[in-house]
């Protein structure tokens, strides 16, 4: 029985899905973004990685999370099922002046990269209600 994408078993596919990037097929990488009263926390779902090939970068508002799987690093193993696998992934995220760029922290644990980005204190503006004409 084929399904609504005219393909036998596969139900759901993902808006990349075929959409190539580099040598590897384009994988967008889960995040999620939380604030706390002082800060920002970043959370990426990045598991069964090496910590030492995440790239963290800023330039200036622009805060890029990178992974580069090594050519080496690739399995070529003899699959029964295979429904995820690692893959390089770059994403990138606009901050503000209020995110303190000199300290921002950042550690992988059980498969997350979680960054810590302060906000300087005062620098938050308050919310501003727009009137509609």
């Known amino acids: 029985m084929c399904n609504r994408y005219g393909n036998r078993g596969y139900g759901m596919r993902h808006e990349h899905f075929g959409k190539q990037f580099g040598e590897s097929r384009y994988y967008r990488v889960p995040v999620n973004i939380l604030k706390n009263e002082n800060n920002y926390e970043l959370m990426v779902f990045a598991p069964d990685r090496s910590k030492e090939d995440f790239r963290i970068s800023i330039k200036g508002h622009e805060l890029t999370v990178s992974y580069e799987l090594k050519n080496d690093q690739r399995e070529k193993r003899n699959w029964i099922r295979h429904e995820f696998s690692k893959a ?46």
């Open 88 to 133: 390089s992934f770059e994403r990138t995220f606009i901050i503000d002046e209020t995110v303190d760029t000199e300290n921002i922290r950042a550690e992988y644990v059980n498969g997350i990269l979680q960054l810590t980005l302060p906000v300087i204190p005062g620098s938050e503006k308050p919310a501003q209600e727009i009137n509609i004409a």
